[in-house]
């Protein structure tokens, strides 16, 4: 049993090697990678992506800093090159419900030095 699962998964893997619309060990290498925007000294965009390989993907901000001195060097864009990281939306949604959480939290403390309550006693 065990070994028939080994087999289609190997099967599988190879498969997805030549197929790429197959998941496979390859859907862990083109991950989206950071948002970025790369603009030369004027203000104009910069696609550094378009220096690439096509299957290559950029996996943090220093790649593509190393990407955009690559392409200075080369003579693809004027230098300076200007490289910022952009804020992802859902990131920036998500910390806003968690200031919220704590601004909601903060409002129903008591203030301090108010008087706490002694605990009820039991009745006898």
Do not use: N, T, Y
């Not at 943090?60 to 910022?84: I, S, Y």
């Not at 200031?99 to 039991?122: F, L, N, Q, V």
């Amino acid at each position: 049993m065990f070994r028939a699962l080994l087999w289609l998964d190997v099967a599988w893997c190879a498969a997805s090697l030549a197929l790429p619309a197959l998941p496979g060990w390859k859907m862990f290498a083109s991950g989206a990678g950071p948002a970025f925007s790369v603009s030369d000294a004027a203000g104009r965009a910069v696609d550094v992506r378009a220096w690439l390989p096509r299957h290559a993907a950029l996996q943090d901000l220093g790649a593509v800093v190393a990407v955009a001195r690559w392409g200075c060097r080369r003579g693809l864009a004027e230098a300076p090159l200007v490289v910022e990281p952009k804020a992802d939306e859902r990131v920036a949604a998500a910390l806003e419900q968690i200031a919220d959480a704590h601004r909601a939290r903060a409002d129903s403390r008591p203030e301090p030095g108010a008087a706490a309550r002694p605990p009820p006693s039991p009745a006898r």
